[in-house]
C-alpha cells in the first residue's frame, strides 16, 4: 500500500470556469467579476489544499454471481455486468482514493452561509478540478509503479466519487480502480 501526499496541483482555470457553466462552446462569456473572483479563488484554494491518495494492488481470488469480485485481502467489489466482463482475465485490481482533504469544502460552506455565492461556486470548482488533477497523478504514478513490475493495464475507471461524510468529516473524495492483468 502506497501513500502519496503534497503533490503539486496544477489548476487549469479554463476547466475551473467550465464548472461554473462558461465554456468555449457557450455563447456566454463570464464578466471580469467571474473572472477576477475565480482567479482569487483559484489562489485561496492552493491554500486550503491537503491532498491524500492512497492506492494498493490487489490479487483477485475470484468472482462470483451476480457482480461480486473477490479480492485477496478480503475485500469484496460489487459491479454491473459490463464492468465484470471486463475483469475477465484479470489478476489483480488496482485499487486507490484521493482526497484534498476538508478544508476547502469548509469554507465553501462558509462562504454559501455568509451569501457569497460566486464566491463559493468559484471555490467548489476549484475544489472539484484539484481532486481530478490529483487523482489523475496518483494514478500515473499507480500506474507506472505496476508496469515496472510487469503488469498490463487497462483505463482506469471511478466507480464513485464521494462528496458528503466520511469518518464524520467532510471530504471530497475520489475512487479509483485499475484492472490488472499478467
Known amino acids: 500500500m502506497k501513500i502519496i501526499k503534497d503533490l503539486k496541483l496544477d489548476l487549469d482555470k479554463e476547466e475551473i470556469l467550465r464548472y461554473q457553466g462558461y465554456s468555449r462552446n457557450k455563447v456566454k462569456e463570464p464578466n471580469q467579476n467571474i473572472l477576477r473572483i475565480t482567479e482569487e479563488e483559484i489562489n485561496r484554494?492552493?491554500?486550503l489544499f491537503k491532498p491524500q491518495g492512497i492506492y494498493s494492488l490487489i490479487r483477485i481470488k475470484g468472482s462470483a454471481l451476480e457482480g461480486r469480485?473477490?479480492?485477496?485481502?478480503g475485500l469484496i467489489f460489487r459491479f454491473a455486468k459490463s464492468i465484470i466482463?471486463?475483469?475477465k482475465g484479470a489478476s489483480?485490481?488496482?485499487?486507490?482514493?484521493?482526497?484534498?482533504?476538508?478544508?476547502?469544502?469548509?469554507?465553501?460552506?462558509?462562504?454559501f452561509s455568509q451569501g457569497e455565492y460566486p464566491r463559493a461556486l468559484a471555490?467548489?470548482?476549484?475544489?472539484?478540478?484539484?481532486v481530478e488533477d490529483f487523482s489523475r497523478k496518483v494514478r500515473k504514478l499507480a500506474r507506472q509503479e505496476v508496469i515496472e513490475q510487469g503488469f498490463k493495464t487497462s483505463r482506469h475507471f471511478s466507480p464513485v466519487i464521494v462528496a458528503g461524510r466520511c469518518l464524520n468529516k467532510k471530504l471530497s473524495?475520489?475512487?479509483f480502480l485499475q484492472i490488472i492483468s499478467e
Open 85 to 87: 466482463k471486463q475483469l
Open 69 to 73: 469480485i473477490n479480492l485477496e485481502s
Open 123 to 130: 471555490l467548489d470548482a476549484v475544489g472539484t478540478v484539484a
Open 173 to 175: 473524495l475520489k475512487v
Open 92 to 111: 489483480h485490481l488496482l485499487v486507490g482514493v484521493v482526497t484534498i482533504g476538508d478544508l476547502l469544502e469548509k469554507k465553501v460552506s462558509e462562504l
Open 45 to 47: 484554494g492552493y491554500s
